[in-house]
């Protein structure tokens, strides 16, 4: 047999795939002129989400809100609030089952549950 036979050759093993291809590619650039504010504003959410910038800028052109990956401790006590309210609401309901007038309470917690969430949401009506 000569060596330019290649039967005789052992089949060459494939390589097992590496990275899994992306679902989209990125192959176009912009650039961008922003103010110092703006990308400080860019550069603060940046950080605070763990994303990249152009992740962030993506996501807004998406439509996608850009949130912010822990809340301040103001809103964490002010969720805390919330889940007491919701607790004294559950009670009153119970209560009102059980023929006891709570209407001013419950309507007083619930006062209190809309002024928290408008606190929490600025930009509700």
Do not use: C, H, W
């Not at 679902?23 to 605070?48: C, G, H, M, P, W």
């Amino acid at each position: 047999m000569s060596s330019s036979d290649s039967s005789s050759d052992p089949p060459k093993k494939k390589r097992a795939p590496g990275r899994p291809q992306a679902l989209f590619t990125y192959d176009e650039t912009i650039q961008i002129r922003l103010n110092s504010v703006q990308l400080l504003e860019l550069d603060q959410k940046a950080i605070e989400t763990g994303r990249s910038r152009s992740d962030i800028i993506r996501a807004a052109l998406a439509g996608v809100q850009v949130l912010r990956s822990q809340p301040t401790p103001e809103e964490r006590e002010q969720y805390r609030q919330l889940v007491k309210l919701a607790t004294n609401l559950n009670q009153l309901i119970v209560q009102a089952r059980v023929g006891q007038d709570v209407q001013d309470q419950a309507r007083t917690t619930l006062a209190q549950v809309q002024q928290l969430l408008n606190a929490l949401s600025p930009t509700a009506p």
